[in-house]
């Protein structure tokens, strides 16, 4: 079972910088692709929206909301995803969510989500 540690959240004005991390582990055989998904105010947990996603090999996949101004990249060897957020908007604020495939030790495939952290963009 993997276990996935999340920091970085909290309170930021408009066109400020946050940047979130999410360190992975746990009884594993390999990671697969690691992301962020990000659940607005009022909306529920089941309707969470894609951010940003990047593979083992660094290939990534962005959201036109937050293309240009969100970058997330991995360190394969700390088995941690980062989420480097700039320019933030009010409608950023939402909780954000780690999410990692993975092969557990027994070969089955699986994912795993964080517990989320908070981000508040407001002035």
């Known amino acids: 079972q993997v276990q996935l540690v999340e920091s970085g959240g909290g309170l930021v004005q408009p066109g400020g910088t946050l940047t979130l991390s999410c360190a992975a582990n746990g009884r594993i055989f390999s990671f697969g692709v690691m992301g962020w998904y990000r659940q607005p105010p009022g909306k529920p947990r089941d309707a969470r929206e894609l951010?940003?996603?990047?593979?083992?090999?660094?290939?990534?996949n962005t959201a036109d909301s937050v293309k240009g101004r969100f970058t997330i990249s991995r360190d394969n060897a700390k088995n941690t995803v980062y989420l480097q957020m700039t320019s933030l908007k009010p409608e950023d604020t939402a909780v954000y969510y780690c999410n990692v495939e993975y092969i557990d030790a027994d070969w089955y495939s699986r994912n795993a989500w964080g517990l989320g952290t908070q981000v508040t963009v407001s002035s």
């Open positions: 951010v940003s996603t990047i593979t083992t090999g660094g290939i990534t």
